[in-house]
C-alpha cells in the first residue's frame, strides 16, 4: 500500500493514540462508578428470578419487584441491626480490658517486667519505642483518617449500589428491550435466546451462590447454639458468628475458609480460651469445607450455570486477581456466558466454513 501523505497519516495515527489514551484515562476514572454499576446489575440479575416467580404464581410485576425488594432490605437491615450491639458490647470490653489490664500494667512497669522475665528474647524496649513513635508520628493520624474516609466510601459506596438495584429491578425490562434495538433485525432473534440465557445463567448463579451461604450460615447457627454447647458449654455470639460463615460462603473458594478462620479465633477469643471448643468448631469446619468443595458446590453449581469445576477454579482466581471480591462474584456467570458464546456462535461458524 502506497502512502500519498506520510504527515496526515502520522497525524491521524497520534491524534488516535491521543483519543485512546483519553478514553483510557476516562475509563480508570469511572472505575469506582462503572463496578458500582456493574455489581448493581449483577445482583438485580439475581433477583430478578424471584420477580418472575412471583409473577408466574399471577403477582402483578410492579408489586412483585416490591415484594423482592422489601423482603432482601428487610432481612440485610434486620441482620445489620443485630450486629450493631455485638460490635458495640465488644468494643465496650476491649477498652475496659485495656483500661483495666494493659495501662496498669505499662504504668507500675510489672507487665513490662513480666515480659522481660517469661519472653526474655523479646525487645520490649525496643518494641515501645517503636509503638511510641509510630503513634507520635503526625502520619499515624494521616492514615486513621484514611481509614476512616476508607469506612464511610464503603458505606456511601453501599447505598449507591442499593439505590442502583431497586432501579435496575424495577426497570430491566425496558433495560433489555433498549439493548436488543441496537441488534440488526436479521440477528435480534438470536440474540435476545442468547441474551436471556446468560441473565438465566447469572441469576441461578446468584440464587444458587445465596442457598450455599445459607445452608452455611443455617447449619453453623444450629450447631453453634445448640449441639456444641451441650459438649463445651455456652458458644457466645452464636448468631454473629453464624453470619459471618453466611457472609463468607458468598464469596466463591477462598470464602468459606476465610469465614472458617475467622470464627474459630473469635470462638477461642470470645470463650475464655476454650481449646476444646476451638478444636471442636476448627474440626467441623474442616469438615464441611469437604463437604462444600465435593459434595454441595457442584452440584448446585452444575445446576445453575453448568460449568466445569476447573473453569470454575480458573475463572474465580483470574476474577479475584483483576477485581478483587467483586471479581470473583462475577467470574463464573462470565465464564458461563463465554461458554455459552462459543457453543451457540462460534463454534457453529467454524462448522459452516
Known amino acids: 500500500m502506497k502512502i500519498q501523505n506520510p504527515y496526515r ?13 483519553v478514553i483510557g484515562g476516562a475509563v480508570g476514572s469511572l472505575a469506582t ?9 449483577f445482583l438485580a440479575l439475581g433477583l430478578d428470578p424471584l420477580v418472575t416467580w412471583l409473577e408466574r404464581h399471577k403477582v402483578k410485576r410492579p408489586v412483585a419487584i416490591l415484594i423482592t425488594l422489601v423482603g432482601v432490605l428487610g432481612i ?17 470490653n476491649l477498652i475496659t480490658q485495656i483500661n483495666e489490664v494493659v495501662v496498669p500494667g505499662f504504668q507500675d512497669g510489672s507487665f513490662v517486667d513480666w515480659t522481660k522475665t517469661y519472653i526474655p528474647w523479646l525487645d520490649v524496649d525496643g518494641i515501645i519505642d517503636q509503638a511510641v513513635a509510630t503513634v507520635t508520628n503526625p502520619d499515624f493520624l494521616g492514615g486513621l483518617l484514611a481509614i476512616g474516609i476508607g469506612i464511610a466510601g464503603g458505606l456511601f459506596g453501599g447505598i449507591i449500589v442499593i439505590i442502583l438495584v431497586i432501579y435496575f429491578v424495577a426497570s430491566l425490562g425496558s433495560i433489555k428491550r433498549g439493548v436488543y434495538q441496537f441488534v440488526p433485525a436479521t ?10 440465557q446468560i441473565a438465566d445463567s447469572v441469576g441461578r448463579y446468584v440464587i444458587g451462590q445465596v442457598a450455599l451461604a445459607l445452608c452455611n450460615g443455617v447449619i453453623s447457627f444450629v450447631l453453634l447454639s445448640f449441639i456444641f454447647p451441650i459438649f463445651v458449654g455456652e458458644i457466645k455470639y452464636a448468631a454473629l458468628l453464624a453470619f459471618i460463615a453466611f457472609l463468607g460462603s458468598l464469596i466463591p473458594l477462598v470464602g468459606t475458609l476465610t469465614a472458617s478462620v475467622v470464627i474459630v479465633l473469635s470462638v477461642y477469643l470470645f470463650n475464655d ?21 465435593y459434595v454441595l458446590n457442584p452440584r448446585i453449581m452444575a445446576r445453575a450455570v453448568k460449568v466445569p469445576g476447573v473453569v470454575v477454579v480458573i475463572a474465580a482466581l483470574v476474577g479475584g486477581t483483576l477485581l478483587g471480591i467483586l471479581g470473583a462474584l462475577i467470574a463464573i456467570p462470565v465464564a458461563a456466558a463465554v461458554q455459552l458464546i462459543i457453543r451457540e456462535v462460534v463454534v457453529p461458524r467454524q462448522n459452516e466454513l
Request: proline share 1%; charged share 10%; no cysteine.
Open 33 to 41: 462508578i462503572l463496578t458500582y454499576v456493574g455489581a448493581a446489575l
Open 273 to 293: 480460651f476454650n481449646l476444646l471448643a476451638v478444636i471442636i468448631v476448627g474440626a467441623w469446619y474442616l469438615i464441611y469445607m469437604q463437604i462444600e468443595a
Open 76 to 92: 440485610f437491615a434486620g441482620l445489620v441491626f443485630a450486629l450493631i450491639p455485638v460490635i458495640v458490647e465488644q468494643v465496650g
Open 9 to 21: 497519516t502520522g497525524l491521524f495515527a497520534g491524534l488516535g493514540v491521543i483519543t485512546a489514551l
Open 187 to 196: 440477528k435480534r432473534a438470536h440474540f435476545i435466546d442468547l441474551a436471556e
